[in-house]
């Protein structure tokens, strides 16, 4: 879909794209098609041109590295004004990329793209000038850091406050204490595990204890906040857990397990929100196995607390949240192979609350759920490929070792013969 906008004169057309991903990291239901963003964006450029308009802007959801390929593919974008992968550009500190980042079209153009970080931190600005014919001429702009110097606009500020009233003592709601800082950061529970996934597992297998649930699967993705140590507020548990999900409950069979933590894991590089972090189980993976293979152990607690390896055949009691159990964020095998679920258990918000709440005050630890391992390949590959640089030295102290061991016997046998 696009829009055409008239600005002091100039035709400025502008169309929208979102990731294709969001068939399985939303529940937009079977009715809603995602189509292939570059190909969309062909037609839609292609449209508004037919309607004389060279001036033409992309509002994408689709992430910064898409971005770049989408303005390296298409011609006829001039600006591409993106979100999704929460990228921070400019001079900054912890900056991923230049504001603009310039990219050059198929057709040689130039192609800006900006992206302003996260959750209302930055207002993005950008100034563009085109030549005639809509090619961009020249451009500048930087993200606008949004502090207290930056003053509140009264009419908004007065009906938030009017929305907010009746729910704000539900927020400042103190639910108990915790004695450590729980880590949510979007980078860490996307990749690791991390104390407040540990928290979230645990809370989803206290509250569904009395359906004897013996493993917690929870999606990074889902996870959106730290907590501080200190007092916990209600609303400190909704920035984390703002979906409203629900808790569902199923039988599994220890294959399927399996593969959930292999899809969990098949993103690992992209720090898609799939990543699993997980409860009454541990488990080792290696991101440099080919996807689909990745997993290299997993072990279930057992009621003692040791843990024993997982039994492929058979069924465990798993909780998840509802979202992951209908095949979010690429858990097809909940919503295929999943026995007896049940969907519309407790909300998870109000579980995590009431599991701190009862613990007060909490200290949950990263305590080895998750090991990533480095191996180096069984096999060494095929001739031509060039091995990493650790790699070469190890494989180059073997065999020096080797060489000299079969040398000291080879001149003892000599000297056996002498004698």
């Known amino acids: ?48 041109e037919a309607q004389g308009i060279n001036k033409i802007i992309a509002l994408t959801h689709l992430g910064y590295s898409e971005d770049k ?106 639910v108990g204490q915790t004695a450590v800082d729980l880590e949510g950061t979007r980078e860490l529970v996307r990749s690791e595990e991390t104390n407040l996934g540990n928290l979230i597992c645990d809370a989803m297998l206290w509250k569904t204890a009395s359906e004897d649930t013996q493993i917690c699967i929870q999606n990074g ?62 488990y080792s993976f290696n991101p440099a196995q080919p996807v689909g293979s990745r997993i290299v152990s997993v072990e279930v607690k057992n009621p003692d607390g040791s843990y024993s390896p997982i039994d492929l055949n058979a069924v465990y009691k798993v909780a998840s949240n509802d979202f992951m159990r209908h095949g979010g964020d690429g858990y097809d095998v909940f919503a295929e192979n999943a026995i007896d679920p049940y969907d519309a258990g407790a909300l998870l918000a109000d579980a995590v609350a009431g599991y701190i709440g009862t613990y007060s005050p909490v200290s949950p630890a990263v305590e080895g759920r998750i090991t990533r391992v480095e191996a180096v390949p069984a096999e060494l590959p095929p001739t031509g490929v060039e091995l990493p640089l650790e790699q070469v030295a190890s494989v180059t102290i073997l065999l020096g070792v080797t060489f000299i061991v079969l040398g000291i016997y080879a001149r003892r046998r000599e000297r056996s013969k002498v004698i």
């Open 1 to 48: 879909a696009y829009t055409v906008l008239d600005v002091a004169g100039e035709k400025i057309g502008i169309f929208g794209l979102t990731t294709e991903d969001t068939a399985f990291i939303s529940s937009p239901g079977p009715n809603v098609v995602f189509k292939d963003a570059t190909e969309s964006a062909k037609t839609a450029v292609s449209e508004l």
């Open 221 to 282: 993705g889902g996870i959106r906040a730290s907590i501080p140590a200190g007092d916990v507020s209600m609303g400190q548990v909704l920035e984390v857990l703002p979906f409203g999900n629900l808790i569902a409950t199923f039988g599994l069979k220890g294959s399927d397990v399996w593969a959930a933590l292999e899809n969990g894991v098949s993103q690992y590089e992209e720090q898609k929100g799939r990543f699993p972090q997980v409860g009454g189980l541990r």
């Open 69 to 174: 390929a989408l303005a390296a593919a298409v011609d006829g974008i001039d600006v591409i004004v993106g979100g999704h992968s929460h990228t921070l550009l400019g001079d900054m500190e912890g900056a991923k990329g230049p504001y603009p980042t310039v990219v050059t079209s198929p057709a040689g153009d130039t192609v800006l793209i900006v992206h302003a970080y996260e959750w209302g931190k930055y207002l993005g600005r950008l100034n563009v000038t085109f030549t005639a014919d809509g090619k961009v001429e020249s451009y500048d702009g930087a993200p606008i850091f949004i502090d207290e110097s930056i003053a509140e606009d009264a009419d908004i500020a007065a009906a938030v406050a009017q929305y907010a009233a009746p729910i704000e003592e539900l927020k400042a709601t103190i």
